[in-house]
């Protein structure tokens, strides 16, 4: 796209090559998952008491897995991706969901709209010069009261593969630090709620780094505190 990021054009023609495998290997991974179930559960229960039948959406939704995982704790969510491959996937395997292509840094939401926003390791693909602006972006489209939960890998590095699948990617996942994504999320408005860090588990391939997941809340304020 014309005047986009060089992260974004890697990114997107990264998970289209490999959309389908992608789709393939994790398509289980939740049920493989408690303590993740735990903490998007508990999510979609504070989203459900703040702000009942509001929209959420989920940001680089892949192939939609943890989308329909939120629709079937009575969410109302949608899902959208830079990859069109991989919106294309979601939306053979959740028919009955909503996704379509989009880019989480520049939402095509209005001020307020939601109710929660998840980014489930896909922030982990934001080049830390982007990070700041794509928190506010989260916090633009948060009504007062709204949740956004951040899952990522907790490192210093950035893992860069050149391929991926048995093809040609250019793709970088950056591991972050919880401190450092909640002072961005500080910075970007919002307040903290949760944080949850997860041991290493050497038996699962996409877990051999702690995992973490953070929850925060656009603070209460304004016209909506009247509500
Ligand atoms: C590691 S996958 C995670 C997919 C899904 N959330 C899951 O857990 O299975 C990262 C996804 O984020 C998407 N993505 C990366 N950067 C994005 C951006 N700036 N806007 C929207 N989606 C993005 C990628 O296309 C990819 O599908």
Redesign the pocket.
Known sequence: MDGEPAH?AA??SG?DAIAGQ?AET?RA?LEQAPLDRAVLAAFAELVRRAHPEAPVL??????G??TAHLSALHLDVRG????PA?VDLARQEHPDLGFEV????RLDRRDGELAGLVS???L???PAPHRRSVLEEFHRVLRPGGYVLIAFQVGHDTLHLDEAFGRAVSLDFHRLQPDDVEALLDGAGFEPAARMVKAPEPSSAASQVPQCFVIARRPLGGAWAQE
């Open positions: 974004l990114t997107r998970y992608y994790f991974e989920e940001v680089g939704c892949g192939p897995a943890v959208i991706d830079l990859s991989m989009g880019e989480m840094g489930w390791y896909s982990i693909h934001v």
